[in-house]
DNA sequence: TGATCCCGCCAACGG
DNA sequence: CCGTTGGCGGGATCA
């Protein structure tokens, strides 16, 4: 702890210390690439303006995206932290202040110049390439990959909106997913090859490639009646609907659908889809424009909607060529020459793993939460086709899901207030006991999941997925490197779809300074072009084109995987953008064995229940979630939902069995907690993602202990949502003793806040370094791959200090069984972290803690 | 002049 | 009533 609380306050008395230094430091400790393709982004103006980045006005100008490290920024994350509106205010003030320094510092010209940078420099795609320079495309789960908004705007100097552009578009092809308000889960392109597989198969089955076929050998107008025609049949059929689970389109916007159904989501995985389904595997934006009008409304196809939707394939357009999924080219129709995509994403997707994997992994339509989708399409059907909304007990689920979602966003979206709730709520609360099973739940199902998924996918994975075990922070290699044991490869495995992945390799854990992100170098680098410039050019080549923008790009291009230690720096700043990078804990937690046991019991009772009741509802949200699967995604129907179901209750039944096995028992390490901490005020927990892995620690007990560690983050702007879903379950298959589990982020947030923290003596630096040792696959869980022992967490930010808790009794709710995964990104899961309050205190914010619950 | 697509109004939505 | 999301399309910019 010591060490941890001097981390601490050292990042204070550093930050503050002058915002010069604090805005080395943060370079230096993010050294992202990103970091610094975002900085020449946004700072090219600021920059421009400012003068070198250095100084302090500037930096704090900067800021936006990171706000120098001063006392008063500390004081001005916390507050932010505490509440969204005292964060906007600062924003505003922020802002305010940056324009006045910026005007005072430099010329109006500048500005000027700025803005007249424009068009170019402000494009979608470039700002796309600063985003996606900011994070790997293989994330390492065990880092914190959660992305706020607030902080990305601020950080590419951007406003909000044009994030949501570009979020929307990487939602749907589950590169991110949302967990909150506010917040989004990066999950890189670690489940794009399944999306896009599921994609195609979707595309296929919508007859995209015929209306393709026929659409370019119509004259336009011809096309669009046939399209409408064909749509409607389709849409008959029903099929339409299904596919996307979230949205449909056709009968939403008869009802009016919210917009939601006209999402760019879903216009971007059906122009994906058209992709991949047509042979050429060129759709100009006309053609698609047309299909997709159609699919959406047959009637009502109007020039101004057309033109609308060729707006909108733009955007799209520009976030995939950012994404090397496709670039521009021109074909020449009948009609003359015209613009179009051509698809330079990954040609064979069949969906290889997919079968396999479409079971647990998540559709690709539902990029929201799979609880949305779900929701939504429960819950709109019944007017629209699906049918499954028709079942009762769909329909409640789907009500459930979307009341769980609904708090989660709403909910401030930080996460702290779950804490809050957590530590207020007694833990035996049956709030929490619900808690406690549903996460009890979650791990479960997570476990299950990861290990279908490891083995189906591992191999592939793991390559990818950078082993945590490397010790190197930086990076997760691709797995293969890092393979150490094999745990730590089955940890990463991802599971394609999921969002999450179950990490947790005891070794990996990343050192503190580095920032985490660990990139694979190995992988492919898409080398960002320029957005435009891509246009015409190839995508990976060169690109760079001269413009400006081009030059630009090309520095990002490097991005973060390319450079071992900047990805994971960028991403620090990223999560923990500078500014509001507070801390991070470790903790370990150790959970009380009583606790421990009682827990366990409830949970198996409940569990007991629930299988034969089958899954509460809550489960089952969270399953669609964690499943995201469907493959079929039809998310239609019930019978999606069934499976799902079942799934989950296979899954369950086969964790009881381990559990039962399993002793629960978990020794406390015997770390005390403390609630210490916090001196910021309130820690966040980094979600998942932060989690490296775990480590197991041989406690003195003999066991070893996993404790895992936690490392926390502040949140910035609030904005900490732990992120569930990456995490993963290490141990699936907990055997013995302790339970460590790790528990999905929620609920490890939950346990921070309530716990006390313990130090960690191998808090997250010093394990980083030991991880790679493969020590903690050790024994326990033979399965599990991860073994559980610990978990680490990273913090995001270097700056941030971690502390390292323990948890006296870890309530997890499920502690005994299974780690877990959590898929769910969904709030839900949140809600779910059941901690155990007790000591805790940890004052987050004061946020009505209350939603949560109920 | 057509292709692109930035910008930001303003509504939907949820708390 | 407020904040977040995000549809939408005017109109600026680019080629």
């Known amino acids: 702890m010591t060490s941890t609380l001097l981390d601490v306050q050292l990042n204070l008395e550093i930050n503050p210390s002058s915002s010069t230094a604090a805005h080395e430091k943060k370079e230096v400790v993010f050294a992202e690439p990103h970091t610094r393709l975002s900085a020449s982004g946004r700072s090219q103006e600021a920059q421009k303006v400012m003068g070198p980045l250095s100084t302090p006005t500037k930096g704090s100008s900067e800021a936006p995206g990171g706000e120098p490290w001063t006392p008063t920024s500390n004081l001005k994350m916390l507050i932010s932290a505490a509440s969204p509106e005292i964060r906007n205010r600062e924003k505003e003030k922020n802002i305010a202040d940056e324009t006045e320094n910026s005007s005072q510092d430099t010329e109006h010209g500048e500005e000027a110049e700025r803005l007249q940078l424009s068009r170019k420099e402000k494009s979608l795609g470039l700002l796309c390439h600063k985003f996606l320079a900011r994070y790997p495309d293989y994330p390492n789960p065990a880092v914190n990959n959660d992305i706020c908004l607030d902080d990305v705007a601020v950080e590419l100097n951007v406003e909000r909106r044009r994030i949501y552009d570009i979020m929307n578009v990487l939602e749907s092809l589950n590169m991110v997913s949302r967990l909150a308000k506010n917040r989004y889960t990066w999950h890189g392109r670690a489940q794009l090859a399944h999306t896009l597989a599921l994609l195609q198969r979707e595309g296929e089955k919508h007859h995209y490639s015929q209306q393709i076929q026929q659409i370019r050998q119509r004259p336009a107008e011809d096309v669009l009646e046939m399209e409408g025609e064909e749509k409607e049949n389709e849409d008959t059929d029903g099929e339409i609907t299904l596919r996307e689970p979230g949205f449909s389109e056709t009968s939403v916007d008869a009802k009016g659908a919210s917009r939601k159904d006209k999402s760019l989501r879903v216009m971007s995985q059906k122009f994906v889809m058209l992709f991949l389904v047509s042979s050429p595997r060129v759709v100009s934006l006309e053609n698609a424009a047309r299909i997709l009008i159609g699919e959406d409304q047959v009637v009502d196809q109007d020039k101004s909607k057309f033109k609308t939707k060729i707006r909108r394939l733009y955007d799209i357009s520009n976030v995939l060529s ?122 479960d199902q997570q476990a299950v999941n990861v290990q279908k998924l490891s083995d189906l996918k591992e191999a592939a994975h793991l390559q990818q997925k950078s082993s945590v075990s490397s010790p190197i922070p930086p990076a997760m290699t691709p797995g293969v490197e890092a393979l150490c044991p094999q745990t730590v490869q089955l940890s990463f495995a991802p599971p394609p779809c999921c969002s999450f992945v179950p990490v947790l390799v005891p070794q990996a854990v990343y050192v503190s300074h580095t920032p985490v992100r660990p990139r694979p170098v190995a992988r492919p680098l898409p080398s960002s072009t320029a957005v435009r410039s891509m246009t015409f050019e190839s995508p990976r080549g060169a690109n760079t084109k001269a413009s400006p923008a081009s030059v630009t790009v090309t520095g990002q291009r490097r991005r973060p995987g390319y450079e071992p230690a900047s990805p994971a720096l960028k991403r620090t700043c990223l999560e923990g953008s500078p500014a509001k990078i507070k801390r991070t804990e470790t903790n370990s937690k150790s959970l009380s064995p009583k606790l421990c046991e009682i827990l366990q019991a409830r949970l198996k009772d409940r569990r007991g229940a629930l299988n034969s009741s089958r899954a509460s509802v809550r489960a089952l949200h969270l399953e669609p979630e964690f499943k995201q699967k469907n493959p079929h995604n039809n998310p239609d129907t019930v019978e999606h939902s069934m499976e799902l179901q079942y799934f989950l209750e296979t899954e369950e039944r086969e964790e009881k069995v381990q559990n039962q096995t399993t002793p629960t028992v978990q020794e406390s390490t015997g770390h005390t907690n403390t609630e210490t901490l916090i001196p910021t005020g309130y820690l966040i927990p980094i979600s998942q993602q932060s989690l490296l892995g775990f480590k197991e620690t041989p406690t003195s007990n003999g066991e070893t202990n996993k404790t895992p560690t936690y490392i926390y983050r502040t949140p910035t702007a609030g904005s900490i949502t732990p992120s569930p879903q990456e995490f993963t379950p290490s141990p699936l298959p907990v055997h013995h003793s302790t339970h460590r589990v790790s528990p999905n982020p929620s609920i490890l947030n939950f346990t921070l806040q309530n716990l006390a923290l313990i130090h960690n003596p191998h808090s997250t630096t010093h394990t980083a370094p030991e991880q790679p040792s493969p020590v903690p696959c050790t024994h326990t869980h033979a399965h599990t791959p991860i073994q559980t022992h610990g978990m680490i967490f990273i913090k995001p930010v270097s700056p941030l200090t971690l502390i390292s808790l323990q948890q006296p009794t870890l309530t997890t709710p499920k502690s005994g069984s299974a780690p877990q995964q959590c898929f769910f990104h969904t709030p839900v899961s949140t809600m779910v972290t059941p901690t155990p309050s007790k000591s805790l205190y940890i004052p987050q914010r004061k946020l009505d803690v209350s939603s949560e619950e109920h």
Not at 349 to 357: A, D, H, K, P, R
Not at 368 to 381: E, W
Not at 416 to 422: C, F, L, T
């Open 322 to 443: 950012s994404l090397k999924l496709i670039k521009k080219v021109h074909v020449t129709e009948e009609r003359g020459r015209k613009p179009a995509f051509k698809w330079t994403g990954p040609e064979n997707l069949s969906l290889q793993g997919l079968q396999v994997e479409a079971s647990s992994c998540p559709r690709p339509l539902e990029s929201r939460s799979s609880v949305d989708n779900c929701a939504k399409n429960l819950f709109c059907s019944p007017s629209t086709k699906r049918g499954f909304t028709r079942h009762h007990s769909l329909v409640k689920l789907a009500k459930s899901i979307q009341d769980d979602r609904r708090k989660i966003n709403s909910a401030p979206s930080s996460p702290v207030k779950i804490i809050s709730d957590a530590v207020t709520g007694s833990f035996y609360t049956s709030k929490m006991d619900h808690l406690a099973e549903i996460c009890k739940m979650q791990l």
